[in-house]
């Protein structure tokens, strides 16, 4: 039996392996932006429709998503802040949550859990935000821009 000391179980690799999974979301992320950029989905149906419009005809959270993504890619902060306000909010918190993912997986420390009130606040914004999106006297500031 050996008398050196393991590291932990739940200890990530640190350097270039820890970060292959952060790259590959990148790559994959990366990729869908690339798309946004080649196929607009400004045009009527080029990615379908959501759902809940077709089915229940009202906007969702996410509705404008892609346009507001389209925008961002294309430097027009105005026209995604149209489609999708929080989306253009929560895009950069997005991104700053995978740069700390990927430094973390670089230094092999383990990833830690955020706190339980944090997912509350997310869904209660979220759901907020979707309920209020569809008020009309609202829905000219929150709704999705319509398809021109």
Known sequence: MSSVAHAPATRHRAG????????????????????????????????????SVLLLGVDCPGC??????????????????????????????????????????????????PPAWVAWTLLVVVVLFGVLRNVPALAPFLGPAPLT
């Open 16 to 51: 270039r392996r820890g970060v292959l999974l952060p790259l590959a979301v990148a790559a994959v992320g990366a990729g869908a932006a690339a798309l946004l950029m080649v196929r607009s989905p400004y045009e009527p149906l080029s990615y379908g429709i959501c759902p």
């Open 64 to 113: 404008g998503g892609l346009r507001a993504t389209h925008d961002l890619l294309t430097g027009d902060v105005a026209g995604a802040w149209a489609a999708n306000p929080l989306w253009v909010v929560v895009a950069p918190l997005l991104v700053a949550a995978w740069a700390l993912w990927t430094w973390r997986r670089w230094r092999g420390v383990p990833a830690g859990t």
